[in-house]
């Protein structure tokens, strides 16, 4: 059956509280310069490979950040990642589980998760 929809990604958008903040923390854990453009003074649209992420202060309310993992960053070293995080003082939620995954917070409370591919 073909379908005019995609089997693709294309985008995944966070809730944040202050733009600028979640630009520059979230730039600053992937190693990406801040320096990218803020549209419509709500939308921080964060250069990825492949599914991108944009950050969005407009759909921002407390209940409704990712209380589950809604995605994961991609990793090839799950151990080298986890220890990147710790010492960058993000709040990590879990231990290294099955030698694959971990979660961790944002400073807004949002749920993510890096996993090894």
Same mark, same amino acid.
């Given at each position: 059956m073909d379908s005019p929809i995609l089997k693709q990604i294309g985008t995944v958008f966070i809730p944040v509280s202050d733009i600028e903040k979640a630009r520059d923390w979230y730039c600053d854990i992937l190693g990406?310069?801040?320096d990218g453009e803020i549209l419509f003074g709500h939308l921080?649209?964060?250069p990825m490979k492949g599914t991108g992420i944009v950050l969005d202060s407009k759909i921002y309310a407390k209940d409704? @950040?990712?209380k589950t993992p809604a995605f994961h960053l991609n990793t090839n070293n799950i151990g080298e990642a986890f220890q990147y995080m710790k #010492?960058? !003082?993000v709040h990590l939620l879990t231990e290294i589980e099955h030698h694959h995954y971990f979660n961790f917070k944002d400073p807004d !409370? #949002? @749920?993510l998760m890096i996993s090894e591919c």
């Amino acid at each position: 059956m073909d379908s005019p929809i995609l089997k693709q990604i294309g985008t995944v958008f966070i809730p944040v509280s202050d733009i600028e903040k979640a630009r520059d923390w979230y730039c600053d854990i992937l190693g990406l310069h801040a320096d990218g453009e803020i549209l419509f003074g709500h939308l921080y649209v964060i250069p990825m490979k492949g599914t991108g992420i944009v950050l969005d202060s407009k759909i921002y309310a407390k209940d409704k @950040i990712f209380k589950t993992p809604a995605f994961h960053l991609n990793t090839n070293n799950i151990g080298e990642a986890f220890q990147y995080m710790k #010492n960058k !003082g993000v709040h990590l939620l879990t231990e290294i589980e099955h030698h694959h995954y971990f979660n961790f917070k944002d400073p807004d !409370g #949002n @749920i993510l998760m890096i996993s090894e591919c």
